[in-house]
């Protein structure tokens, strides 16, 4: 909160992707959902579309229906929004993908595979409105 006030912005004007969509990342996502829906008087339907949810399938995509885990439905992405995207032969959409994609403003890890985010994912994150890339 204190950043989106640092930088004029609203908290639904953010693009967050968590890398780790077990029970510790949709606990975040859920927190920082139900503030942009109580700070910025939005929908929860559209909070939960600034949210990119990866697991160790990849990104989290309608495509992957039974095995969506519960909980993480309302988050599940479009299929043919990353339809352009191509895919690892198991089928995934991988966090450097995602990262390139979206520019996310914010970044969470919460996964238990270390050293995920490294220096190749920098120049795609948006930091305080500007594209470093």
């Known amino acids: 909160?204190?950043?989106?006030?640092?930088?004029k912005t609203r908290l639904i004007d953010q693009r967050i992707i968590v890398y780790g969509a077990g029970t510790a990342g949709l606990?975040?996502?859920?927190?920082?959902?139900?503030?942009?829906?109580?700070?910025?008087?939005?929908?929860?339907?559209e909070a939960n579309s600034k949210f990119?949810?990866?697991d160790k399938n990849g990104l989290i995509v309608k495509g992957f229906g039974d095995k969506i885990r519960h909980g993480l439905e309302p988050f599940a992405r479009a299929d043919d929004e990353w339809a352009h995207v191509?895919?690892?032969?198991s089928g995934k959409i991988t966090l450097?993908?995602?990262?390139?994609?979206?520019?996310?403003?914010?970044?969470?890890?919460?996964?238990?595979h270390g050293g995920a985010f490294t220096e190749e994912y920098v120049p795609f994150v948006v930091i305080w409105g500007h594209t470093r890339h």
């Open 1 to 7: 909160m204190s950043a989106v006030g640092v930088t």
């Open 27 to 45: 606990g975040i996502v859920h927190q920082i959902r139900d503030a942009m829906v109580t700070t910025d008087g939005v929908s929860e339907e």
């Open 52 to 54: 990119y949810l990866i």
């Open 86 to 89: 191509d895919q690892t032969a």
């Open 96 to 112: 450097l993908d995602t990262v390139q994609n979206v520019k996310p403003t914010v970044l969470i890890g919460t996964s238990t």
